[in-house]
């Protein structure tokens, strides 16, 4: 089993940066790809970039491509999203999550979820 705990998130103004991070406990964190998520009020949780379990492969969505950087250190089971360029549309609750099989976007294919954290980009 894998606990996921996020944090890192805050205020930012438009244009900002802000570093997440999310620890994971567990002896097989490195045996799962990772996602990050964000949950917009009213509007579905969407995978905004991952990570497979080794870091060689990553996928993020077109809304962030260039602006987000998903990475992670195994040693330390830390996952962590850097983001640049941030804009008002990007506030959202941010969630790490786990997957054990092949890559997929929909949330409900992932086993572990951390609590998120909230990021909020004021104009």
């Known amino acids: 089993q894998v606990q996921l705990v996020e944090s890192g998130g805050g205020l930012v103004q438009a244009g900002g940066s802000v570093r997440l991070s999310c620890l994971g406990s567990g002896r097989t964190f490195s045996s799962y790809d990772m996602g990050w998520f964000c949950q917009a009020p009213g509007k579905e949780r969407e995978l905004v970039a991952y990570i497979t379990r080794n870091g060689r492969n990553t996928y993020y969505a077109d809304s962030v491509k260039g602006r987000f950087t998903i990475s992670r250190d195994n040693a330390k089971m830390t996952v962590y999203l850097q983001m640049n360029s941030l804009k008002p549309e990007d506030t959202a609750v941010y969630y790490c999550?786990?997957?054990?099989?092949?890559?997929?976007?929909?949330?409900?294919?992932?086993?572990?979820w951390g609590r998120g954290t909230q990021v909020t980009v004021s104009s």
């Open positions: 999550a786990a997957e054990s099989g092949p890559f997929t976007r929909l949330s409900s294919n992932y086993e572990y």
